[in-house]
């Protein structure tokens, strides 16, 4: 079925007088997680498409490069729910209408069925050939076996958000008062065994896209992520015996209580982070923990040493316990950036509060010399 066969019957049922441009962006944006600003081309993506390209489009159906910057971020399921929402009379004139093109369509399934149609003529614009039955279920087959095996680890793995390049979606949903899996896994490199090092959960759009996908490109992109991943992993698992005070919950829960007058004349020029961080090599990591340690180190350390006073940490142990984590990562041969994060990763899991102030703790340690060692010329 032919993209304009498709978009003709949509905007007919659809589209509220629209005019063909302006029902074309509100469609995909219904089908994709996009917005239209995301559709523009890759040497300029903020270019939004004129209303004579999409008229090009209504005709001819998608550019290659149109179909692969949105195919992996299609959401049949809105446009489906949108059409099913419909009286039983429009989904029945619609039904009708695609009976030439889909013989088992009935008003019940309307929505599934062509959205599911123009989600594979995207795919095929794209350069993805939609599986046959039967290989799909063998797919499926071989796909749940894949999850009842290896299903719970991968999942932790990705904290429960689709790692695939792009998306993000949840990999588990709360509904009818219970957690719910929306999440399949996927070889990475399909012509390899499935091991836990070649497998990756991904919702289940990535996944179906995935599994038609044979481009380098974009099995390079996943292997990437899944590394990201098992680094990750790897980081946790190393600092799980490494302990860290109870009480740097307290530390970071006041240092979210400062405001600007707290902060207004406690200012303080970093001296040390250059003997630490080249600017030329991460000016990015050197900027964060150049501008927190000048705003927050003064406060910070107030705090560390009145909370010692209290008897509700210790301050010795902690900056012994910082020193400790820090040389665990260096000897792993992690990055600056990477110690960075995974140090901040760690006080955010043992506090729950928000990454800014795990960081302003990690940059305090870092002047004080636990984190990094200075840089030998």
Not at 86 to 114: F, N, S
Not at 133 to 144: F, G, H, M, V
Request: a neutral charge.
């Amino acid at each position: 079925m032919e993209f304009k066969q498709i978009f003709d019957i949509l905007q007919k049922y659809l589209s509220d007088n629209d005019n063909a441009p302006s029902f074309f962006r509100e469609l995909i944006s219904m089908l994709t997680e996009m917005s239209e600003a995301e559709w523009g081309s890759l040497k300029d993506p903020s270019q939004q498409l004129s209303d004579n390209t999409i008229r090009s489009y209504i005709r001819r159906g998608l550019t290659k490069a149109m179909a692969k910057r949105i195919v992996y971020r299609l959401n049949p399921d809105n446009l489906a729910d949108l059409i099913n929402e419909r009286e039983e009379a429009v989904r029945d004139a619609m039904a009708k209408d695609l009976k030439g093109y889909i013989p088992d369509v009935e008003a019940d399934t309307v929505g599934d069925d062509i959205s599911l149609v123009l989600a594979e003529n995207i795919q095929l614009a794209a350069g993805l050939v939609p599986q046959d039955k039967l290989t799909k279920q063998r797919e499926q087959n071989a796909k749940a076996e894949l999850k009842s095996r290896y299903g719970d680890f991968l999942l932790t793995e990705t904290g429960n958000y689709c790692p695939f390049p792009g998306c993000g979606r949840e990999l588990v949903i709360s509904g009818n008062g219970k957690a719910i899996p929306t999440y399949e896994v996927n070889l990475i490199e399909k012509d390899k065994p499935a091991t836990s090092d070649n497998l990756i959960a991904l919702c289940p759009q990535c996944s179906a896209t995935y599994s038609i996908d044979n481009e380098k490109k974009t099995m390079t992109a996943l292997k990437k992520a899944k590394k990201s991943l098992m680094s990750h992993r790897e980081s946790v698992r190393m600092l799980n015996d490494k302990p860290l005070e109870r009480g740097i919950v307290g530390v970071v829960g006041s240092l979210k209580k400062l405001g600007d007058k707290d902060l207004r004349d406690a200012s303080l020029d970093p001296k040390k982070i250059k003997q630490k961080i080249l600017p030329s090599e991460s000016i990015v990591l050197y900027n964060t923990v150049n501008n927190l340690v000048n705003i927050y180190y003064v406060r910070t350390r107030e705090i560390l040493i009145n909370l010692d006073k209290k008897h509700e940490i210790d301050y010795d142990e902690i900056q012994s316990q910082m020193k400790s984590i820090y040389l665990k990562l260096k000897k792993a041969k992690k990055t600056k950036e990477e110690i960075f994060e995974e140090i901040v990763d760690k006080i955010h899991r043992m506090t729950l509060q928000e990454m800014i102030y795990c960081q302003i703790v990690v940059c305090f340690f870092i002047q004080k010399c636990e984190v990094y060692d200075a840089i030998t010329e």
